[in-house]
């Protein structure tokens, strides 16, 4: 998601009030993601827990908080018809479950920076979709931001080298833009019908978990190991922790709690300047996994990053906000 780069749009939003305090909530939403990815991969590399069950985890982990918070404080907001239930269900499926899978899968077998700087491809996917298949206004700087983007992923991967990258990586990363990019699309109809934005949350990531439950049933999975301790791994190797403290960070830290500070933060600052701040998260995922597990990005790659990023801002920025 990307872990979650793409902030949805709030639909009946009011005027920004406090920009600065907009602005905190998206960083610090950035700095638990980015965080998160590292945290991830030990839990997948040390705890041995494998991408499917991980995300099965952090899917029935975040179903349970926001289910518990939004029964809370917001009941009503549950209520829903049986039609509506069958679209989240493909929302929950097809956009949250899917990019949680793909998600886990490639940073798991790449480097976290390049693994995220391919999953931010999802902003060109859901421009291209509008261009092409709803026909929506779109301006012309998608072309350049498509070039870009390609331009910058050559490089990333090292595409005159033979494709040096895990294959299965990289196209799990790809999928994973195609899921989020599913994801921002569903929102997006969701929200502009009157749905709000945390109990679709919430019952997307049930929905979700309940998919996981029929690929991998619970009474299979490797509960032995949640009560295990896992090295940190790289440059804190010597130091271990229990298991069951790094999926409650990747649950309530990594995921939860930056979806809320990212969906506070549209009540002060527009959709459009938090989705592009938010892609700092592979630049500071980069930092933290260099500074974590000593993985270094070489300099045409950190180059070919940069201009993926600008490639997606421009694909942002090309399709008009909806209404």
């Known amino acids: 998601m990307t872990d979650a780069p793409l902030a949805p749009p709030a639909v009946g939003r009011r005027a920004p009030a406090r920009p600065v305090l907009g602005y905190a ?29 991980l995300a099965q985890v952090r899917a029935t982990g975040s179903a349970l908080v926001l289910l518990a918070a939004v029964a809370a404080l917001r009941p009503a907001t549950l209520r829903t018809t049986r039609r509506e239930l069958v679209f989240i269900a493909v929302f929950g ?35 291209l979709w509008a261009r092409f298949a709803v026909h929506e206004p779109v301006r012309r700087r998608l072309w350049l931001a498509i070039a870009l983007s390609l331009a910058g992923l050559s490089l990333v991967v090292e595409l005159w080298s033979g494709f040096a990258l895990d294959g299965v ?60 301790s896992a090295s940190l791994l790289g440059r804190l190797a010597d130091i271990s922790v229990p ?13 939860v709690v930056p979806f809320a500070l990212l969906v506070s933060a549209l009540h ?38 940069l201009l993926v990023l600008a490639g997606v801002v421009l694909a942002q920025t090309a399709r008009p906000a909806p209404p």
């Not at 998206?26 to 700095?31: N, P, R």
């Open 93 to 127: 499926v097809l956009g949250l479950a899917f990019v949680q899978f793909f998600y886990f899968v490639g940073i798991a077998r790449l480097d976290i920076g390049i693994a995220l700087v391919i999953q931010y491809l999802a902003p060109v996917f859901v421009a």
């Open 243 to 255: 298991v069951w403290l790094l999926i409650a960070y990747v649950v309530v830290l990594g995921t």
């Open 25 to 53: 909530f998206v960083w610090s939403a950035v700095l638990l993601w980015s965080l998160n990815a590292t945290v991830a991969r030990v839990v997948l590399d040390s705890a041995g827990l494998s991408p499917l069950r």
């Open 268 to 305: 002060h600052v527009s959709a459009t300047r938090v989705t592009v701040i938010a892609m700092l998260e592979p630049v500071l995922a980069a930092v933290v996994a260099f500074a974590w597990l000593g993985q270094e990005i070489g300099g045409l790659q950190i180059a070919g990053a």
């Open 169 to 228: 990586g990289v196209g799990a990363c790809v999928a994973g833009a195609l899921a989020y990019a599913v994801y921002v699309l569903l929102a997006e109809r969701s929200l502009a019908s009157g749905r709000d934005v945390f109990s679709l949350l919430a019952w997307g990531f049930a929905l979700g978990a309940l998919f996981w439950a029929l690929v991998e049933p619970w009474w299979t999975f490797p509960g032995d190991r949640i009560g295990a």
